[in-house]
Structures are given as structure tokens and as C-alpha cells.
């Protein structure tokens, strides 16, 4: 059996980058990374699945401690404070990603929206820091099948939903090989 991940689609804005289940970086181990541009220029985007564990105000001031998403989203720029939302129309500024899915904009107006309850948890996830690739060096790291390209018919779900597993569950429904895999330890010396 082969042990490592098939890829069939390429990257683009809007899919999902999953890390194959042997790969042991840090940053990357068994990660989600949502793509949020790639073209000539390079690569971007944020790991879903590295969920932070501690209360927003000792992240930013005045965001409502009500159970918000906060997860280190790549090895760059860790003290940079990013979002994925879905109130593009209401946050001036923000960059349309895919479907109802914006990065960015006035962070004043994040605050305000979620104040008065317009935004919830459930339409934003916040990251420390971001993934990014140069030219070229996405595509050759998925050539050495270190990355598995997916693309949701329905990315919000994975994005807002704060799930621990998600790895796993997205790994498991690429497909019978995946889901094998999906399944392996996460360290293999503990099998």
C-alpha cells in the first residue's frame, strides 16, 4: 500500500491544503490550511486546525470572550492578528476569497459587528500568524506528496467550525486509500 497522499486537483484560492499523516514539522503536523491566494507571486493561507487555547481579551482588546476560534495559522508573522469572516458586506475593506468567505477588513468594525451580536463565532475565526509559500514552492512540496489539494463543496462548514479532528474527517472522505490513512497513529512508533 502506499503510504502517501494522492493529489488530482491543483491549488487555488478557496481549497484545502491537508498535510500528509507522516509529516512531523511543527507547524504543519496533520494540519488544515485554507487557501486564500495563490498565484505567480506565491502562496497564502491559514492553518485551521491549530486551535488556541486562550481568551480573546489577552489577545486583542474589547473582541467578546464568547467562545471564538483562535488558531496559529503558520509558522509566519506570529504577531500579526488575522480573520476569515463571513461579513464581507457589512467590514469595509475585506478580500473576497471564495463563495461568502473574506479575509480582513477594519477590525474596528469586527469589534463593533460582534459587540452587538451582527457577527458571531460561528462567521469568524482568528489566526496568529499565516502559512505562505514563494513561486513554486508549493507545487514542488506537493510533487513530494507532503500536501493533499481538496476542494469543499462547502468550505465554510470546515472553516467556522472550531472541529479538533478535522484533519482526519476531511482526510477520511477524499476516498477509501484516504480514509485508511486518516486512520494510521499519529505517531507512527505508537502502532
Known sequence: MDLKVHNTLKPEKGRFLLAEPFLQEEHFH???VFLCEHNEEGTFGFVLNKILEVPP??????IPDKGLHFSLGGPVDHSSLF?????????SDSFHVCDDIYLGGSFEEVKELMNTGVLTEEQIIFFLGYSGWSDGQLMDEIKEKSWLV???SNPAKHI???DKDLWKNIMSEQGEHHKIMSNFPDNHLWN
Do not use: C, D, P, W
Not at 481579551?57 to 474589547?62: D, F, L, Q, V
Open 57 to 62: 481579551t489577552e489577545i486583542a482588546e474589547k
Open 30 to 32: 496533520r494540519s488544515v
Open 83 to 91: 480573520y476569515i469572516h463571513q461579513a464581507g458586506n457589512l467590514i
Open 160 to 162: 467556522f467550525s472550531g
Open 150 to 152: 481538496v476542494k469543499s
